[in-house]
């Protein structure tokens, strides 16, 4: 990992570090994440819709088995 040092406007460094805090994580990994997700996917091979994956929490231990009725409210086939 190579560290950088950024600057921010006052307002902007307090909506990242609240929206860390709310998610749970560093301010360091909020903005590592928010700069992923900013970046397109350039390696062969890669499932642009994959960058998202991991990068919500729902807490519910069952959501993957959930997901259709969430996403399409029914139940999966």
């Known amino acids: 990992m190579v560290r950088t040092q950024i600057s921010l406007d006052e307002q902007a460094y307090r909506d990242a570090k609240a929206e860390a805090k709310r998610q749970g994580i560093s301010l360091s990994e909020f903005l590592r994440r928010a700069v ?12 642009p819709w994959m960058r998202h994956a991991g990068t919500l929490a729902s807490g519910d231990p069952d959501a993957s088995s959930s997901v259709d009725r969430v996403v399409y409210g029914r139940p999966h086939p």
């Open 36 to 47: 992923r997700l900013a970046l397109p996917s350039t390696r062969p091979g890669d499932r």
